[in-house]
């Protein structure tokens, strides 16, 4: 078993206020986990009205799958129309 790890960054450059930016990131992070049933957090930059990070996890059985899953979260981060990604990583561990 084989456990997938992304945490992305977000510029949300129309964010006015912290409400605003939490607008963004609660529909991204909810549409996230309902799609592909992940655990995703907003993991980071709490008090920044325009800078958001994202992490995301997930539990498969080949790495293959994981890169899959890897791939799809990406076009959908990318199509979040009020905030562009400024960083990605991708790790994958052996679980014990």
């Known amino acids: 078993m084989l456990l997938g790890l992304v945490t992305f960054e977000l510029h949300i450059p129309h964010s006015r206020s912290l409400k605003d930016k939490r607008r963004v990131v609660r529909s991204l992070v909810e549409r996230i986990h309902h799609r592909y049933k992940v655990s995703v957090i907003e993991s980071d930059f709490h008090d920044l009205r325009q800078?958001?990070?994202?992490?995301?996890?997930?539990?498969?059985?080949?790495e293959p799958e994981i890169h899959r899953?890897?791939?799809?979260?990406?076009?959908?981060?990318?199509?979040?129309?009020?905030?562009?990604?400024?960083?990605?990583?991708?790790?994958?561990?052996?679980?014990l």
């Open 51 to 62: 800078r958001a990070e994202i992490a995301v996890a997930l539990v498969a059985l080949t």
């Open 69 to 95: 899953m890897f791939t799809k979260l990406r076009t959908l981060a990318d199509q979040a129309l009020e905030a562009d990604v400024t960083l990605w990583n991708e790790s994958v561990l052996e679980a």
